[in-house]
Structure formats: structure tokens, C-alpha cells
């Protein structure tokens, strides 16, 4: 082995990535543009959330309950009839209807405690539960109001004072733009080096370089190196200026910390690619097989849902993906702003995954490279 | 018709024609006169634009400048083209560019057929006489992609005639493909020519020795006609023995300067040390036999030649002398060392040209030459030296720092040359190095290679297509199917077969060795014999606004196609019942055994009583007590604890005091969704626990609260995450692989080159697009079985309302999904892109906007404009309703219309912008 062969081939490599547009484009697209928008487009869990109600009553006291639904939790609730209930519910225009009985007013300053009745539509899962709570807390709060205020009465001697870490006002726009950076940099480093041994193939350039004495291995640290350079450096200026400066989410740990784990996180899934390239055949087979790799990976490591609300098993093969500990890593060390201390045992399982990686992608790369030619 | 020569009226006439490829001219200006009733032949070298005049002849690609008559009708107008496809055919260049790999011979020709409008029986027929014909009658089973060269050209002939043309454009037929066979392939010619005698043929060849069969040639070069005439005429006029040199000498005069003829003197007497041998060189790949015992010893300087048809053996041969393929079989030795693999010391001393140009096309010709100076090791002291005598001894310093994309054919493959020599090899390896090549450029390189071998000593193996390349080697070795049929010098062999030149000694001895084997060569005629010929001509020739038969070919034979390859089919099949499982276990919003801890500074039974009322609910699981702040911190950040609970000190005695107490509570914020759940759940607990405090204490009224709300989850009353996302995810499902599915199989054509079947065929848009989509929406129907069964069998999901319905409303959808996928594949040209493009355009607004996630009536501004316009909408409340909400055709009509009216849409914008002809 020797290291000018693969700082040579690695520099090869770079200035083939710069005459080649459309993944320049991409890259360009998935650190920059891609994390704007998931940032921003990723609407809060509650937002606008559809409410109606039916207002039997009609004293001051439901008219403060419809006033109390507002903007941005919820759309301006539309009054309708009872009877309407059930078909907007039906076809989805709904989320939510509430339904404030005849004489509601009056039994509530009576104390006979009179029931409301709150219909949720619970195929909207996501808004279901925490709207129902909202809506409960908002009609309580009302109520409470109103009473208190007529008949002067003392408060409740508990409260609960409930405040979220590391995130306060619970924005998802510091977890859209993190989770994309993620995903990105796993799906780029897959792309690249793929694409960079399937260029290669296509073009003849393999058999080209097996003529000349250079080996597998080098051929191939030259374009891991090379690769992981490129993702490296797209995600620090993303990281800098993309989430740090224009979406103005607060990073709380070591950023030299997290791009450390980027680097050692990019080592085993160039290998992934690596191994990708060697198993498809043409560009259009890496592409499908992309798709079938990446969504897995995207959505079972523990960034979309967290890994104890999986299946047992799921959540078990999982561990064996690079992407399972860098999530939870990334997570400790950008949310919670957690040190070394806290995540080596990460860092230590993508080391070994890395190389395990690493080592299945070369034998198979020495394996195929001469039907490759 | 000035000439004499031709037929009365011409069967084509082009005048003023120009053509560009961005800017660059491939076509300039010209005025040319087809005679019919003849065989025309185009010549002259690679890229001269032979291919694209014959491509506006046929119709395929469209008319940019100036006019293209053809059959006596204008070809820039459609309403012509579609009259006169079913007279033309049309075969472009290529091996088999215009087959189909995976299908059989049968079932290329049968797709031909169909597409003509011919039945069952007439097919049938004719397929049985064209294949007899042609010798391809016994591999009528065989798929086209194992198709020797030769076969496959005459599978493509099989395919052009079988609706019996007027006229037939050829595109380098015979390139690639053995003598013998290509022999036959004219012989083949002829005989038709015979049969049908008003047909007319347009050929072109970059191999000079065949031009002399045709009746009438036209010369061209760099994208302008030479000359036109018979190949006498144009002996004469140029007053030379051959064609290859009467082309030389109709070259401008700057060109011919260049050229000089190549001289290469006799390879010095005495025994020289050998510097190649093989012994049995054997290579077999599964059980084909691609290299037979090969054996044969070169000696230092000199040059050996390898002929051969494509796919005889000779790159595999080169592949093993090079190490590049550990041979099954034998032994080779370079310099009297035994070839081996990992031996870098060999590979110093050889140098190899492989059969395509595969040099880096990103980097300039400076940066090739270093690049590879310095993987082969080239002290960077000698460096700059080497690259600068490469340059100059090439011939490439004028063009130092262009892309070899940018350069003409014979520069780069001498910028190939110069590549393999940096290291001053002892041993040259050249893959048919002169491919494509023009004779003025060949004959340049080959005056570098006699400079080579015969002051440098280099030793050189070439392969060669060129019989007078050929005759310039010092010896050469024929070769055939795997196997040596000969080694000698080129004048011996011709001596040897007693034959006048060096390709009739060679298909001398391609003939005796395939004599025991052949069948003969057929005698039977080869057209006419089906009576119909002439009414199917004529029903052909009808317009139809759309034929069902078309469109049936077409998806019968996309079917047969996605059937072979594995890797499309499998996406096909089971690709969304593998997301589907990903999914369904991957997105779940249900948050159960949250870990918390509790940080109690009042260890009193009542604060130990609110700790268990928490503990005690399925949703958090208690963790060790936390010790102090910094122990929280911790646990928090590494996330351990989802929940933090602090109890204040004096807790208990404050409250049976009346006094105000408040209870802290830290969520871990990081995730957002599922910190907002989590503090509903913890509201949730205290209010409770408060409750039951006051009942306790005998105030039960403020207890219960002033309301009553009974919150009534519909649909899903234990809000499960599965019974609400599955019904979500299917429609997502059968967007994105029946939408990318139906892009590629548009997108492959284009990129394949099969596409000019539609192009040329009286195929109209609208049948093409339909032919494609049939397959694609059987297979998301069966997905969509697949699917439903998944979510009630294994998710248990229950299924409520009208089978029915959501049956009919997923037809629909995935007929509006596969056009959705056409429509894309419009404006996209390559696979990759296809499947990245048809991925990002329908993902994005299925997940985001058709209500999956969020509600579409939560959602603003344009994302709301396109979840309401979007398929998937509809398709969402019709799955949701069906599976959850109990509900029929009747309550959710009001979906079913926007789809319905998407699919005239969608499908009549996608025939809008596909072209019918190449651009």
C-alpha cells in the first residue's frame, strides 16, 4: 500500500466530483436548501388544527369557550349544526368537534357539573392526543375563569410547573433541521462512493487502473478518503451557517465533538457505498437499491421514532447500523449538549461497525473487481 | 438524374439539410439526391454524420434546417411520417441497439409483427420463413443479448423486414462482426434485393472493402458530402486501385497533408526473446467457453496481430496476458515470468489500451498523463520530462488542457497510446485501439506503432477489425469462437488458403471451421412468401387514431421484459411490502415506558404517593431516584431520563397547610412530537392525582371539576399508531413505486436506444403511453392485495367499511400514480435521474401535503393548493374511511372525482410533451 497512490487517486476523485454537475447540485441541495425546508416546512405538532363546534347553548359563557380557540394551535372554529357532525368528521374535514349542550351556562354556575361532549377523529394520530388534551385544558380554563370570577373562589393549593430541556418552546424546527442533516450526511456518503466505483465501471476506468500497479485497497481508501472529505466539509459549512446562522437553532454541544463523530460515522457508510457499488451492476440497480437501504435507515435509527416505542426485535437488528449510534450520538451531543464522557460508548460501536464495514466491502471489491473490468 | 445510374424518381432528396448537437454541427448543408430501387452506400469514418442523415431519412430523429424528402413526401410533417413508417425500415447502428436483450429471437420479431397489425397466423408465418432465411431458426429460443454479433444483425434485419419494406435504412451493420458472417449478411441482402426488386436500401459502412458492392456510394466527411457516384466512378476519378485510398484522396487538401502512407520496415533477422507466450489459455464463464486453449509465443518487437469477430475471445485473451482475469485454465508468461494477478513488477513493464476509450473524461489530457505517472510510480523529478516527451511524441500539445470529451476520435486515442507508453513499457496491450477511427488518424497511429516496435524494440498485440491493418502485422492469429483458427504471417495464410486477399483466407478458415456444425446457408426466398404481404401493406398504411392491438404489444412485451430482470421486479413485487414493514414498524407515535426519575427533597408518604401515581400508568416506567442536580443533568442529557420530577422540600406539610406547593417537572425537549405527549400525559396524572387528593379529603365537588367533557376518540378509540398510519402509508406506497416504475420503463428505452422502435413505428403516443402503463398497474393492483392483506393480517388492523370502494378508488389511483411517473419520465433522461426525480416528486407532496401527517385542511399557502389538487388526498380519505370510518361508495363519492379527472390529465399532457421523434 502505498499513501501517494491514494492521495493521488483520492485528488482524482475530487476533481472528477467538481466537473460533475448534477451531483454537485445535489450535494449542494440536500446541505442547504433540503435542511431550510425541513426545518421550516415541518409544521408544529398542533397547527391549525381543524375544530368545530356546536353551540347549543349560545349564553356568554360557550361564546368565551369559541373565542378561546385561536391561532396558531388551532383554525378559527366553525359553528355548525349538530347534525353536520358526523359527515365532516366522515370526510376529514375536522379534526375535532366539540359539543356544548342546551343550558350549559347555567348548570355549570349551578355545580350539576353538565358533560360536553368532545368528538376527536383518532386517525390523525399525530394531532389526536395532544389537541384533545389542549382542547380540555383551554375549556377548563374557561370555565374555571368564569366561575372564579363570579363567585370569587380560592385556587387549587398544587401546581405543576412544566418546563421542556434543551428545546423550551419545543420548536420542531431545531429537530427537522438536525434529523436532515443527519439523514443527508448518511445518504450522501452512500451516493458518492457508490456512484464513484459504478462511474468507474461505466467507464472502463476500473480495468484501467487494475493494469497499473495499484491495489484494491488503494483504490479504494482513495475514494472512502475522498468522499467523507467532501461530506465532511458540506456538513460543518451546513451546520455553521445553515442551521447555526440562518435557522438560528442553538447548538449546545462541541461542534468539534460532533464533526469528529461525522468523520468516524462517514468512514462506515462510504464503506456502505463501497459495498453498494459493487453489488449493483449499473447506475439505475444503485438507485433502486438505494431507496430499499435508505428509508430503513432513515426511518428505524431512532430519529423519527424513538427506539423504545419499536418492536423489540426492530429496535435490536437495528444496533448493527452505524446510523442507529450516530443518531443517538448526534442527539446527546447537538440537543442535549452532552461531552465526550457521555457518548464514547457510541463512538466505540461505530468504530467497530466502521470496521466491520470496511472489511466485508473490501473482500467483496478485491472479489468482483476483476468481473468488473 | 444526371448519373444514369439510379431510378427514375428519388427515393429520398435532402436539400439545404443542417443539423447541430448544442451548437455542435453534425449535419452541414446538404443537398443530396437518393436514387431508388438501389443499394446506396454511405462511407467514410465514424462521426462524419452518416448516422444522422440516415436517422432524418428514416424519420426518427426530426428535421432542424432545410428539407428531407422521403417516398415523395415532406418528412418535417407527422401526418407523412405516420403514412409512410409502415414502407420504412429502419436499423440503428449498433449491436442489437433496437432488440431487446431479454426477449427471444421469436419474441423480438412476434413484437415487431404486432406492432404492424399483423394476426396471429400471418406472424406465425412469417417468422418461421424470415428465421429460416436467415439461419436463426434453430435459436428461435434464444435470448437476444447471446446472440453472436453476426446473429444479431441479422436478428435486426429479421425485425426490419417483417412488414416487408420499400425502403431499408441500415446503420453500419456489419460493424463488429466477422467476415464470414458479414459475407453472409450481404449475400442475405442481395437475395432480398432479388425478391422484392423495388426496394430500396441505404447502408453506411466505415469499412471500405465492402463499399464496393453497392450501386452507388456518397462519400462523406466531417458532416458535408465528398462525392457521389459509383464505386468505378469514383475509381476513376480519383485514379486509384481502392476505395480507401480514393477516400484519402477526396479529403480536403489540408487533411490529406496529414497523411502519409505507413511504412514499416522489415522486423530485424534472428531470434529474438520471447516476450509474450501462453500455453492453453483457457477462460470459461459459467459454461460458456469463452477462450479455448489458446497458445501462441511473440517475440520482442514484434507486432501480432489478433482478428476476430466481437465476442470471439480476443479482449478475454488480452484480459488474462494482462492479469486482469486469472485464466481457468493454462498459463501465460511475459518476459519468462508466469502473469500474476498481484505482480506489480509485471505490471511496470506492460502497457494496456482497452477496447472502449477509458480514460478519466473529468480531467485534462495534462492530468490524465500525470495522474498516471505517478500511480505507475515515475520519479517526480523525471515527471514533467516524461509527460513533455509524451505530449510531444503524440502530438498532443496543442490541446494540453481540453477534456477528452472535447476532442476528436484520433486524438484520444492517442492520448490513450501516449497513457500506456508513460511508463515506457517493454510490452504494448492494445484492444482494438482504432475503432471509429478515420483512415487519415489510423494511419497516424500506425506509423507510431511501427515506430515503436521497430526503434524502440516495443513489443506490440494489437486486435484489429481492419484486414489492411491486419496485413501490416508481422504475423497474425485468427481467431473464432474461443478458439486459434491460424497463426502465421499475413501473406502465408493468404498463400496457405490460396486466396487472392486476407479476408477471403480468413473466411476460408472460418468455414472449415464452422462446416461440421453449419447449416448451410438456406437457399429459400426470403420475402414475398406470405400471400398477405401486399394487404397488410395496405391496412398498415391506414391511419388509426389508436389501435388496442399496439398498445397490447407493448405492455405484453414491458411484461415479458420486467419479468428478466431481477432487480426491477423485485422492487416491483415485494419493494413496498418491504417499506410497508419499515414503516409500520418504524413510525409509531404511541409513547409507552417513558423512563423517569424523581428528585424528592421531601421523602414524605404523600410525595411518595404522587411518585407511584405516575409510576403506576403504562407510559412511564420509574427509574432509581435521582440524587442531586448534577446527577439530573446528567441523566438528561445522555438520555436516560425522559422525565424529570422534582418534589419540593416541606411538600406534605405545605399542603396541609393550605399552602401554595409547586411540583417541577423537566421534559426531554429534544424531540419535539413526543414531548409535547409527554407533557399531556404528566398534566394529565397531576390533574388526576389532584382529584383524587380532594376526594379524599371530602371535597368532591371541586374534585370532579365544573364540566364534564367526554372525549370520544373516533375511529381508532385507543388511538393506536397503526390503525391510523396504515391507512395512510398504502397510498403512499402505491405512489412511489408504481410512479418511479413506470418513469424508468420510458426512461430505459430513451437511454438503451430502444425508443426508436416507437419512433419509427406507426406506434402512436397514446398507445406507447398506454402499452407501458397496463403492466404497471396490474403489479400495484397485486401490491396494493399485498398490502391490504399485510395491514389485516399482521398489523391487525381492522377493516370497517366497503371493499369495494377502496378497490375501485386504488385502481384509480395507481392508474393516476403510473401516469404521474410517465408524465416525469418525459423530462428526464437518464435512469438515475428518473429514479431520484420521481422519488423526490412524489414523496414530497404525498408526506407532506395529502394529509398523512397533518391535515390538508391544517395545512397553508401552496402546500394546501396541492394537497388538494394531489391524488393522494383523495386517495387517503377514501383508505381512511374505508379502513377506519366504516363508510361506502356512497359517503365518499366527492373523493373519487378528482381522480377520475386527473387521469385524462395527467395522461393527455404526458402524449403532449413525449416526442415521436428524437431531437
Known amino acids: 500500500m502505498r499513501a501517494a497512490n491514494i492521495w493521488h487517486l483520492g485528488i482524482k476523485e475530487l476533481r472528477s466530483l467538481v466537473r460533475d454537475r448534477g451531483m454537485l447540485v445535489l450535494i449542494l441541495y440536500a446541505f442547504t436548501f433540503a435542511i431550510y425546508s425541513a426545518a421550516t416546512a415541518m409544521p408544529e405538532t398542533l397547527h391549525n388544527a381543524a375544530i368545530a363546534i356546536v353551540d347549543e347553548d349560545g349564553s356568554p359563557l360557550s361564546q368565551r369557550i369559541v373565542d378561546a380557540f385561536q391561532p396558531p394551535y388551532f383554525r378559527p372554529p366553525d359553528l355548525i349544526a349538530a347534525d353536520r357532525m358526523d359527515t365532516r368528521l366522515d370526510t376529514g374535514r375536522d379534526t375535532f368537534a366539540l359539543d356544548i349542550p342546551p343550558d350549559f351556562q347555567r348548570d355549570v354556575m349551578a355545580g350539576r357539573v353538565p358533560a360536553m361532549q368532545l368528538n376527536v377523529d383518532a386517525t390523525q394520530v399525530r394531532q389526536a392526543f395532544t389537541g384533545a388534551g389542549y382542547i380540555q385544558n383551554i375549556v377548563n380554563d374557561e370555565v374555571t375563569d368564569f366561575v372564579r370570577r363570579r363567585q370569587n373562589e380560592p385556587v387549587l393549593p398544587v401546581g405543576l410547573v412544566l418546563r421542556a430541556r434543551f428545546n423550551p418552546q419545543l420548536s420542531e424546527k431545531w429537530f427537522g433541521a438536525v434529523m436532515e442533516l443527519i439523514n443527508n450526511i448518511t445518504m450522501l456518503s452512500i451516493v458518492l462512493t457508490g456512484a464513484a466505483l459504478i462511474r468507474e465501471r461505466e467507464h472502463g476506468t476500473v480495468e484501467h487502473l487494475l493494469v497499473m500497479p495499484v491495489t484494491p485497497l488503494e483504490i479504494m481508501l482513495s475514494k472512502v478518503w475522498s468522499m467523507a472529505l467532501v461530506v465532511l466539509a458540506a456538513t460543518a459549512v451546513s451546520l455553521f451557517v445553515v442551521i447555526r446562522g440562518l435557522l438560528a437553532v442553538p447548538v449546545h454541544g462541541s461542534t468539534l465533538l460532533f464533526l469528529s463523530a461525522v468523520a468516524l460515522h462517514l468512514f462506515a457508510t462510504t464503506s456502505m457505498g463501497i459495498f453498494l457499488g459493487t453489488v449493483a451492476r449499473s447506475m439505475p440497480q444503485f438507485g433502486l437499491l438505494l431507496i430499499l437501504l435508505l428509508l430503513p435507515l432513515d426511518i428505524l435509527s431512532g430519529g423519527m421514532t424513538p427506539r423504545e416505542s419499536m418492536p423489540t426485535a426492530v429496535a435490536d437488528i437495528m444496533l448493527a447500523a452505524p446510523t442507529t449510534h450516530f443518531v443517538a450520538l448526534a442527539q446527546a451531543v447537538l440537543y442535549r449538549g452532552a461531552g465526550l464522557a457521555t457518548v464514547w460508548p457510541q463512538l466505540a460501536a461505530i468504530l467497530a461497525i466502521g470496521s466491520v464495514l470496511f472489511a466485508a466491502s473490501l473482500l467483496r471489491f478485491r472479489r468482483t473487481i476483476a468481473t468488473m473490468a | ?919
Not at chain 2, 466505415?206 to 456518397?218: P, Q
Not at chain 2, 469463452?290 to 501480432?304: C, K, L, P, Q, T
Not at chain 2, 494540453?400 to 507508453?421: D, E
Open chain 2, 1 to 919: 438524374m444526371r448519373d444514369g445510374a439510379g431510378g427514375v424518381v428519388p427515393v429520398a432528396r435532402l436539400s439545404g439539410v443542417g443539423l447541430s448537437y448544442r451548437h455542435r454541427p453534425a449535419l452541414i448543408d446538404i443537398d443530396l439526391s437518393l436514387p431508388s430501387d438501389r443499394m446506396i452506400g454511405l462511407i467514410g469514418p465514424d462521426g462524419v454524420g452518416k448516422s444522422s442523415l440516415l436517422s432524418l431519412v428514416a424519420g426518427a430523429r426530426a428535421v432542424q434546417s432545410g428539407q428531407v424528402e422521403v417516398l415523395g413526401g415532406d418528412m418535417a410533417d407527422a401526418r407523412h411520417r405516420q403514412r409512410s413508417c409502415p414502407r420504412i425500415a429502419y436499423m440503428p447502428q449498433g449491436l442489437g441497439r433496437n432488440l431487446y436483450p431479454t426477449l427471444s429471437v421469436f419474441e423480438n420479431i412476434d413484437f415487431f409483427g404486432r406492432l404492424f397489425g399483423q394476426d396471429a397466423a400471418e406472424r406465425r408465418a412469417r417468422i418461421a420463413h424470415l428465421t429460416a432465411s436467415t439461419g436463426l431458426a434453430d435459436f428461435i429460443d434464444r435470448p437476444a443479448a447471446k446472440l453472436s454479433g453476426g446473429m444479431k444483425q441479422k436478428l435486426g434485419l429479421c425485425c426490419a423486414l417483417i412488414h416487408d419494406p420499400d425502403l431499408l435504412v441500415l446503420d453500419e451493420p456489419t460493424t463488429g462482426v466477422d467476415p464470414l458472417s458479414r459475407r453472409q449478411f450481404w449475400d442475405l441482402i442481395d437475395r432480398i434485393r432479388a425478391e422484392r426488386p423495388g426496394m430500396s436500401v441505404v447502408v453506411a459502412t466505415a469499412y471500405m472493402e465492402e463499399a464496393g458492392r453497392f450501386d452507388w456510394l456518397v462519400a462523406m466527411d466531417a458532416g458535408r458530402i465528398l462525392a457521389c457516384n459509383t464505386p468505378a466512378g469514383l475509381l476513376e476519378r480519383t485514379g486509384c486501385d481502392d476505395l480507401e485510398t480514393a477516400f484519402i484522396a477526396l479529403l480536403p487538401e489540408e487533411r490529406r497533408r496529414e497523411h502519409h502512407a505507413v511504412q514499416i520496415a522489415p522486423l530485424s533477422a534472428g531470434t529474438q526473446p520471447i516476450a509474450i507466450e501462453a500455453r492453453g489459455l483457457t477462460m470459461r464463464f459459467g459454461d460458456f467457453m469463452a477462450v479455448d486453449h489458446v497458445s501462441f509465443s511473440i517475440g520482442r518487437g514484434e507486432i501480432f496481430g489478433f482478428i476476430g469477430s466481437n465476442g470471439c475471445g480476443k479482449t478475454t485473451t488480452m484480459k488474462m496476458l494482462t492479469g486482469l482475469l486469472p485464466p481457468s485454465e493454462g498459463q501465460a508468461w511475459l518476459f519468462g515470468r508466469p502473469v500474476d494477478a498481484g505482480d506489480m513488477a509485471t505490471r511496470r513493464r506492460v502497457g494496456y489500451m482497452s477496447q472502449a476509450f477509458s480514460l478519466y473524461t473529468e480531467l485534462t489530457v495534462r492530468q490524465n498523463l500525470v495522474l498516471h505517472a505517478r500511480l505507475f510510480g515515475i520519479p517526480a523529478a523525471d515527471r514533467a520530462a516524461r509527460v513533455a516527451a509524451m505530449l510531444d511524441r503524440f502530438d498532443l500539445a496543442q490541446v494540453v488542457n481540453a477534456l477528452p470529451t472535447a476532442l476528436p476520435l484520433g486524438h484520444r486515442q492517442r492520448l490513450s497510446l501516449a497513457v500506456a507508453m508513460i511508463h515506457q513499457p517493454e510490452i504494448l496491450i492494445l484492444d482494438e485501439p482504432t475503432s471509429g477511427v478515420d483512415p487519415v488518424a489510423r494511419d497516424a497511429f500506425w506509423r507510431i506503432l511501427a515506430d515503436l516496435s521497430r526503434h524502440d524494440g516495443v513489443t506490440i498485440f494489437i486486435s484489429t477489425h481492419f484486414m489492411n491493418e491486419a496485413e501490416r502485422c508481422d504475423r497474425i492469429a485468427l481467431m473464432h469462437a474461443g478458439r486459434v483458427l491460424a497463426t502465421d504471417p499475413p501473406a502465408e495464410l493468404a498463400r496457405k488458403r490460396a486466396a487472392d486477399t486476407l479476408e477471403d483466407a480468413f473466411i476460408g478458415y472460418l468455414q472449415e471451421a464452422a462446416a461440421p456444425a453449419a447449416s448451410a446457408e438456406p437457399a429459400e426466398a426470403v420475402t414475398a412468401a406470405v400471400p398477405s404481404a401486399a394487404s397488410v401493406a395496405g391496412t398498415a398504411g391506414v391511419r388509426r387514431v389508436f389501435d388496442l392491438r399496439r398498445t397490447l404489444s407493448y405492455a405484453r412485451r414491458e411484461a415479458l421484459e420486467l419479468r428478466r430482470d431481477p432487480i426491477r421486479l423485485t422492487l416491483a413485487l415485494v419493494g413496498s411490502v418491504i417499506l410497508m414493514l419499515v414503516i409500520g414498524y418504524g413510525i409509531n407515535m404511541d409513547v409507552e415506558n417513558l423512563s423517569f426519575a424523581v428528585l424528592d427533597h421531601d421523602q414524605s408518604p404523600l410525595s411518595h404517593d404522587y411518585t407511584d401515581s405516575i409510576a403506576g400508568s403504562r407510559y412511564f416506567t420509574e427509574k432509581a431516584p435521582i440524587t442531586d442536580y448534577a446527577d439530573l443533568d446528567r441523566r438528561m442529557r445522555n438520555g436516560q431520563l425522559s422525565l424529570a420530577i422534582e418534589i419540593p422540600p416541606n411538600f406534605a406539610r405545605d399542603i396541609a397547610r393550605g399552602r401554595a406547593v409547586n411540583i417541577g417537572a423537566w421534559i426531554d425537549g429534544a424531540m419535539p412530537s413526543r414531548a409535547e405527549t409527554i407533557r399531556g400525559y404528566v398534566q394529565g396524572m397531576h390533574q388526576h392525582w389532584l382529584a383524587r387528593q380532594a376526594r379524599e379529603a371530602g371535597r368532591g365537588a371541586e374534585a370532579a371539576g365544573r364540566v364534564n367533557i367526554e372525549t370520544r376518540y373516533r375511529y381508532n378509540p385507543d388511538i393506536e399508531s397503526l390503525t391510523a398510519m396504515v391507512p395512510g402509508v398504502i397510498p403512499l406506497l402505491l405512489m412511489l413505486i408504481p410512479a418511479m416504475l413506470a418513469a424508468l420503463s420510458v426512461v430505459r428505452e430513451k437511454e438503451l436506444g430502444s425508443i426508436t422502435n416507437f419512433y419509427v413505428t406507426p406506434t402512436t403516443r397514446l398507445e406507447f403511453l398506454l402499452g407501458k402503463q397496463l403492466p404497471y398497474v396490474v403489479l400495484a393492483m397485486i401490491n396494493f392485495a399485498l398490502l391490504m392483506g399485510l395491514a389485516v393480517t399482521l398489523f391487525a388492523v381492522p377493516f370497517k367499511g366497503s371493499l369495494a370502494a377502496i378497490t375501485l378508488a386504488a385502481l384509480i389511483y395507481v392508474i393516476c400514480a403510473t401516469a404521474l411517473g410517465l408524465l416525469i419520465s418525459t423530462f428526464m433522461r437518464s435512469q438515475i435521474a428518473a429514479i431520484f426525480g420521481t422519488a423526490v416528486l412524489t414523496l414530497l407532496p404525498a408526506v407532506s401535503f395529502s394529509g398523512m401527517i397533518n391535515p390538508v385542511a391544517s395545512l397553508e399557502g401552496a402546500g394546501r393548493v396541492i394537497g388538494q389538487l394531489y391524488p393522494t388526498t383523495h386517495f387517503i380519505t377514501i383508505s381512511r374511511g374505508t379502513f377506519s370510518k366504516a363508510l361506502g361508495f356512497a359517503d365518499l363519492y366527492g373523493s373519487f372525482w378528482p381522480m377520475i379527472v386527473s387521469v385524462p390529465i395527467l395522461l393527455g399532457l404526458t402524449a403532449m410533451l413525449l416526442h415521436k421523434q428524437e431531437r
